[in-house]
């Protein structure tokens, strides 16, 4: 896990707007909106792009075979050569779980990849003790 | 009241080594729950937030996988064929959508419970409160399906009525969720999730192995047989039209995203990668079962059918509902495996049941102590006091529970999608909007949860309660619902399909209508997104409060 070099960051700071969008240090993260549609920060651009086209592929895998199965019957529950499924059983059964594994997997290792573009180390979190009594459950540990 | 069905072909006597099975799988459970009991809240509801990614994930597993899972999945595919398979995918892939939306941000919103996040997001005790109340509401009804499939297992091993076995079991189940809390319920739950998938898996595979059927992959050679097993079966819409099928699946994906129990999984790991990582493996974990349920089902049909000499199907001598919610136990039964066999795998449904009512009555215990008691009637209240408003619930709804069991009003698996629905219609929502818009209020969330109950409650009335009550019955008719066309479309087991999107409409058009929340609500949905790391034990709220500089977070 290499920090991106000086060079390599002042290359993603450049936005395809154009814009002069400061670099991922200099954001104040709580300064910035949060809003599904309109990501405000180059990190939750990012981030979005595996978001949503994740969940495309998903929707996909999980809801393409059943619909096509109405749409096209005959088409969808022909026999397969593989042990005599028919087509529409196997897909669902078992190509649609199956697929939503291999996506989760597919994109937590892109939001890995991502932290490591932003140079954040996610194990960086300081691992404290529970403090003892109720200050802890009103106020959490505080710590950096 | 009806006599509480019974599965007649099940053999129903007492059986002295798997008896012995189960006692001690039971009295291991006790042991370590015993061990790591807690006496304080951290340890109580987030297991001092030290858990780690397989840990976790087995937990997950172990959390989710319960008797629905475990017997209802099979029962569902053996009896309702296509449609069957609509809960396999809802039950499954719904965890991506947990991944990619809501998983890693809710660990670093980071406080105790479901209710907490909308009493906390919201600034709303209201808000609390109606959260608080979906969250029992969820959990009883999600755990009336894991008593009934107790009772179902107790019977073939020790051959008492259901009704006694019922009460045996939610009593060893609750003395020891009493003893020790969420700490010791993940400890038990590595384990439970354990013992249940190789039960599970040794049943599969020496079904499959001893009748011929399957060699070394049972998941998909099953498909060999399914052009056996008649149109039923597999045929797609001849059980359930294509509407009630999406409906299903949409309802129990939207749900377990919404569902208290599973989300308070990601409050308990080290960091927000650990809460991203175990949740893939919890949905490898989950989908070992899954992969193997309906080749059970499968088995179980042709088994069936050779030992009876009927169909599984035709009205007469065809599979009872509550056969086809043990045909993981009948299956291997009449597989003529030793009854040790068929012992343990009995004895599998009952860790699976045990697990995910363990993490329903500390959702629910936490939302009586800590959302209802602590936040709302009496803020002053001591570690100890809460601890024991915590356990007094526990065997509280374990009672209310044991006794509704007696008589259900559906199959295990569809008891538990009604309370999917619920969570996906009232509850995700605003989890959803509550962490990827910040301009969600509390007016929004107000409306919008109204609305999903009210949904979901018509939807239960309409359709559930004629089947108990009699006068409401004579008004349903031969339809069995008060309003068929309502019935149609927001049927209780996919009422989200409706629900959800209409629940997501009021929730932004009364949020656009209202006031923006105030600026420390907005940069705590902030700092739930920002890839800063941030501390084992610190909250969202933590940091808004340390960065402005004042005290004490936005609180209600």
Same mark, same amino acid.
């Given at each position: 896990?290499? &920090?991106? =070099? ?25 300064? &910035?909106?949060?809003?599904?549609? &309109?990501?405000? =920060?180059?990190?939750? &651009? ?99 | ?35 790591? %009991? ?35 999945? !099979? ?159 597999? !045929? ?118 045990? !697990? ?42 374990? !009672? ?122 907005? %940069? ?33």
């Amino acid at each position: 896990m290499s &920090r991106d =070099t000086p060079a390599d960051r002042e290359e993603s700071i450049i936005q395809p707007d154009g814009g002069t969008e400061p670099a991922h240090e200099d954001i104040d993260y709580l300064d &910035r909106e949060v809003n599904l549609l &309109r990501p405000s =920060t180059p990190f939750m &651009r990012d981030h979005l792009k595996i978001i949503w086209s994740s969940f495309v592929l998903w929707a996909l895998v999980v809801f393409g075979p059943v619909t096509l199965t109405a749409l096209a019957p005959e088409m969808m529950t022909v026999q397969t050569p593989l042990f005599g499924f028919p087509l529409h059983y196997f897909l669902v059964s078992f190509g649609a779980p199956t697929g939503a594994l291999i996506l989760a997997t597919v994109y937590t290792r892109y939001r890995d990849r991502l932290d490591q573009k932003y140079g954040i180390d996610p194990d960086a979190v300081e691992s404290t003790a529970p403090e003892t009594g109720e200050a802890a459950a009103t106020d959490g540990g505080v710590e950096q | 009241m009806t006599v509480p069905l019974q599965a007649e072909a099940l053999d129903i006597s007492f059986k002295l080594v798997p008896a012995i099975i189960v006692f001690l799988m039971m009295a291991s459970f006790l042991v370590i729950g015993y061990v790591f %009991k807690v006496a304080d809240t951290e340890g109580m509801w987030v297991a001092g937030r030290g858990i780690g990614n397989i840990e976790n994930g087995m937990a997950i597993g172990a959390n989710w996988m319960s008797a629905a899972s475990y017997l209802g999945l !099979a029962g569902l595919v053996a009896l309702s064929g296509f449609y069957g398979l609509a809960f396999i995918v809802g039950w499954t892939t719904g965890y991506f959508v947990l991944l990619i939306f809501l998983a890693a941000q809710m660990r670093r919103f980071g406080k105790y419970t479901a209710p907490d996040f909308v009493g906390d997001r919201f600034n709303s005790p209201t808000a609390r409160a109606l959260a608080a109340f979906t969250t029992l509401l969820i959990a009883y009804v999600y755990s009336v399906g894991q008593a009934r499939g107790m009772g179902l297992v107790g019977q073939y091993v020790f051959g008492l009525d259901i009704i006694p076995m019922i009460v045996v079991m939610m009593t060893i189940t609750v003395g020891y969720l009493a003893l020790s809390g969420m700490l010791g319920a993940t400890k038990n739950m590595a384990v439970q999730y354990t013992i249940l998938i190789v039960a599970f898996l040794a049943g599969v595979y020496v079904v499959g192995f001893s009748q011929g059927y399957s060699t070394i992959l049972p998941q998909i050679e099953y498909g060999a047989l399914i052009a056996d097993l008649g149109r039923e079966f597999s !045929a797609p819409f001849v059980n359930q039209p294509f509407y009630l099928w999406i409906a299903t699946a949409f309802s129990l994906i939207v749900g377990t995203c919404g569902l208290p129990h599973v989300l308070v999984r990601f409050y308990t790991v080290r960091s927000e990668r650990v809460a991203r990582w175990s949740c893939v493996w919890g949905l490898f974990f989950i989908l070992l079962l899954y992969w193997a349920s309906p080749a059970m089902a499968a088995f179980g049909v042709d088994l069936f059918q050779t030992t009876t000499g009927a169909s599984a199907y035709a009205a007469e001598g065809g599979m009872s509902g509550a056969e086809g919610d043990v045909i993981v136990v009948l299956a291997a039964q009449f597989a003529d495996l030793p009854t040790w066999f068929v012992g343990l795998v009995a004895a599998g449904a009952m860790a699976a049941a045990i !697990a995910t009512t363990a993490g329903l009555f500390i959702t629910a215990s936490s939302a009586v102590a800590h959302d209802i008691y602590t936040e709302l009637i009496n803020p002053d209240a001591t570690q100890r006091q809460q601890v024991l408003i915590g356990r007094g619930t526990i065997i509280g709804m374990g !009672a209310l529970v044991t006794v509704t069991a007696f008589n259900p009003p559906a199959l295990i698996g569809e008891l538990v999608a009604y309370a999917f629905s619920l969570a996906g219609t009232v509850l995700f929502p605003m989890f959803f909007l509550g962490l990827w818009w910040e301009n969600t209020n509390r007016q929004g969330a107000l409306a919008g949860m109204v609305l999903g109950l009210l949904i979901w409650i018509t939807s239960i009335i309409n359709s559930v309660l004629p089947s108990y009550i009699g006068a409401l019955e004579a008004i349903a008719g031969e339809g069995g619902a008060l309003v068929p066309i309502y019935a149609q479309y927001v049927p209780p087991i996919g009422a989200a399909l409706i629900g959800t999107p209409l629940v997501f409409i009021v929730t932004i058009a009364v949020s656009l209508a209202t006031p923006e929340p105030p600026l420390e609500t907005k %940069k705590m949905v902030r700092q739930c997104h920002s890839p800063e790391p941030m501390g084992q034990q610190e909250t969202a709220a933590d940091v808004v409060g340390d960065n402005t500089g004042g005290g004490t977070p936005a609180d209600d």
